[in-house]
């Protein structure tokens, strides 16, 4: 059974830094897209960072410069470094493994950052 398993959310205050992390069980992820999704408040879920296979990467245009996505395929992991956090930036973090139409997610971890 696949199982994704974020950690390291938490409150913050603007201007400071998150780190979060993600590994993967159930099968082999090393092929797989893997990346960061969103959910803030009154939003759907969006993007937020993805890093394939290659090394290439595609950031949401509001945290490039501030996110940086990072993956070690074999040991199914993804990260995420968050920095300058801003306000804006809050909202429950869900790691995500993609290849084709498998396409899994984590349980979530909430981020909070206050002003």
């Known amino acids: 059974q696949v199982q994704l398993v974020e950690s390291g959310g938490g409150l913050v205050q603007a201007g400071g830094s998150l780190r979060l992390s993600c590994v993967a069980s159930?099968?082999?992820?090393?092929?797989?897209?893997m990346g960061w999704y969103r959910q803030t408040p009154g939003k759907q879920r969006e993007l937020v960072a993805t890093?394939?296979?290659?090394?290439?990467?595609n950031y949401l245009d509001s945290v490039k410069g501030r996110f940086t996505v990072a993956r070690n395929g074999d040991e199914n992991k993804v990260y995420q470094q968050m920095n300058s956090l801003k306000p804006e930036d809050t909202g429950v973090y869900y790691c995500?493994?993609?290849?084709?139409?498998?396409?899994?997610y984590g349980q979530g971890t909430q981020g909070t950052v206050y002003s």
């Open positions: 890093k394939n296979t290659r090394g290439g990467t």
């Open positions: 159930g099968r082999t992820f090393s092929s797989y897209v």
């Open positions: 995500n493994f993609r290849q084709g139409y498998q396409d899994y």
